[in-house]
């Protein structure tokens, strides 16, 4: 199995001394790091705003976005760009601004980036991967992941499920959400709830998990972080620490690192600053529609 992977970027970042955020900034919750994947910014499902929200209301000593933040597969047949894929890459343009070091690891669906890495743009470096060192001294590789996919046993059904079966999943998803949302009841994931229930897709997961643990132990590794197949994870494998951001398609999920080293998978649309969000957004949308009434009358 050669799950050395020959790509040849390694960077040790180090954590800056935290700056003195403004005074509305200074309840955020901090992180030291935090771990970020498969946003697939320029297609209907991804969900920027989601994110958006994310990274405004945390503050991060260094930030990691570990592959697929754009989707140039399915932008090739189209390209599919709202307004809040704008957001995302001001925001992180303005924190990179702020001295927090910003590592973009390439991954397969923005694979054209990878004949770039190793360049610099200000605060933000363009790697096809990084080792990380955690507080607490752990040494992770950092990686997308899909380099190991040749090594599980069902690689061809992900890829079945990443063309026409994913964007298939990912039309039902909406249309289901679609009522979801007009009755008040929250997200629901379709294509999460099969790779749940169908033995070949826990199978392929579980292949693929080992795969990726297997190879950063070979490599000298404490642990990995990755992305790719959507679903997120921690856990101890083969005396390996396993750690999946997940996706901001269906599950918006990312991985952070508390200043102690302890790593927290955070799935942000069951998260209490998430709700609070929302609470304030349909409180203004409720208020405007009152204004458009009043004038009206």
Same mark, same amino acid.
């Given at each position: 199995?050669?799950?050395?992977?020959?790509?040849?970027?390694?960077?040790?970042?180090?954590?800056?001394?935290?700056?003195?955020?403004?005074?509305?900034?200074?309840?955020?919750?901090?992180?030291?790091?935090?771990?970020?994947?498969?946003?697939?910014?320029?297609?209907?499902?991804?969900?920027?705003?989601?994110?958006?929200?994310?990274?405004?209301?945390?503050?991060?000593?260094?930030?990691?976005?570990?592959?697929?933040?754009?989707?140039?597969?399915?932008?090739?047949?189209?390209?599919?760009?709202?307004?809040?894929?704008?957001?995302?890459?001001?925001?992180?343009?303005?924190?990179?601004?702020?001295?927090?070091?910003?590592?973009?690891?390439?991954?397969?669906?923005?694979?054209?980036?990878?004949?770039?890495?190793?360049?610099?743009?200000?605060?933000?470096?363009?790697?096809?991967?990084?080792?990380?060192?955690?507080?607490?001294?752990?040494?992770?590789?950092?990686?997308?992941?899909?380099?190991?996919?040749?090594?599980?046993?069902?690689?061809?059904?992900?890829?079945?499920? #990443?063309?026409?079966?994913?964007?298939?999943?990912?039309?039902?998803?909406?249309?289901?959400?679609?009522?979801?949302?007009?009755?008040?009841?929250?997200?629901?994931?379709?294509? #999460?709830?099969?790779?749940?229930?169908?033995?070949?897709?826990?199978?392929?997961?579980?292949?693929?998990?080992?795969?990726?643990?297997?190879?950063?132990?070979?490599?000298?590794?404490?642990?990995?972080?990755?992305?790719?197949?959507?679903?997120?994870?921690?856990?101890?494998?083969? #005396?390996?620490?396993?750690?999946?951001?997940?996706?901001?398609?269906?599950?918006?999920?990312?991985?952070?690192?508390?200043?102690?080293?302890?790593?927290?998978?955070?799935?942000?649309?069951?998260?209490?600053?998430?709700?609070?969000?929302?609470?304030?957004?349909?409180?203004?949308?409720?208020?405007?529609?009152?204004?458009?009434?009043?004038?009206?009358?």
């Amino acid at each position: 199995m050669n799950s050395d992977i020959p790509l040849t970027s390694h960077f040790s970042p180090s954590t800056p001394e935290s700056t003195a955020p403004p005074d509305r900034q200074r309840q955020k919750p901090h992180f030291r790091s935090v771990f970020i994947s498969d946003v697939h910014l320029g297609t209907k499902d991804s969900k920027a705003s989601q994110l958006n929200d994310f990274l405004k209301l945390h503050r991060f000593d260094q930030v990691y976005l570990v592959g697929d933040i754009f989707d140039g597969w399915r932008m090739r047949n189209g390209i599919h760009w709202h307004k809040s894929f704008n957001r995302i890459i001001s925001r992180v343009l303005k924190i990179s601004k702020n001295k927090v070091p910003v590592y973009y690891i390439t991954g397969n669906h923005d694979e054209f980036l990878r004949k770039f890495a190793n360049s610099r743009f200000e605060n933000i470096q363009l790697l096809n991967r990084i080792d990380h060192t955690t507080a607490d001294g752990r040494r992770l590789l950092v990686i997308h992941g899909d380099q190991f996919e040749s090594v599980t046993h069902c690689g061809r059904f992900l890829k079945l499920i #990443g063309d026409r079966g994913y964007d298939l999943l990912m039309f039902i998803n909406r249309v289901i959400n679609r009522f979801r949302t007009r009755y008040g009841y929250g997200f629901w994931s379709f294509s #999460g709830y099969l790779k749940d229930h169908i033995q070949r897709a826990q199978r392929y997961i579980r292949d693929y998990e080992y795969a990726v643990s297997h190879g950063a132990k070979r490599q000298k590794y404490d642990g990995v972080v990755c992305g790719h197949i959507h679903q997120a994870a921690i856990k101890k494998i083969d #005396g390996i620490d396993y750690y999946n951001t997940g996706d901001w398609v269906e599950s918006c999920t990312a991985i952070v690192e508390h200043h102690n080293g302890e790593m927290e998978l955070i799935h942000w649309l069951e998260h209490p600053l998430h709700f609070e969000m929302e609470k304030m957004r349909n409180q203004k949308l409720k208020r405007k529609k009152r204004k458009t009434l009043t004038e009206s009358a």
